[in-house]
């Protein structure tokens, strides 16, 4: 059986539609999953960060309490600070300052 250039032509065609929308799903998949992916790892940070915090402060409060060092007052991390892990723009500080 043989197919004149113009079936042949159509039939291409077909196919290389076909294949272009298959692309574009396949895409809009792929891109879904890597959204999927950014939320879940930036949201396993965040926690590490607030968890980091959290023993930080813990054992910064625990060294104080039994070895107070003259003059030292030491910044522990507040709600406020650590509501703003994630956030751009708002720096983290903490630890002891002299002389305050």
Excluded: W
């Excluded at 077909?14 to 272009?20: F, M, R, T, V, Y």
């Amino acid at each position: 059986m043989s197919f004149t250039a113009d079936e042949l032509q159509s039939f291409n065609d077909i196919l290389e539609k076909k294949l272009a929308a298959h692309r574009r799903e396949i895409e809009r998949a792929f891109d879904q999953r890597l959204q999927t992916l950014r939320r879940e790892i930036e949201q396993r940070f965040i926690t590490a960060q607030r968890e980091i915090i959290t023993t930080l402060t813990q054992k910064l409060a625990e060294q104080q309490e039994y070895h107070p060092g003259p003059g030292l007052r030491v910044k522990t991390a507040t709600t406020a600070s650590a509501a703003a892990i994630g956030k751009p723009g708002r720096p983290l500080t903490g630890g002891a300052t002299p002389g305050h």
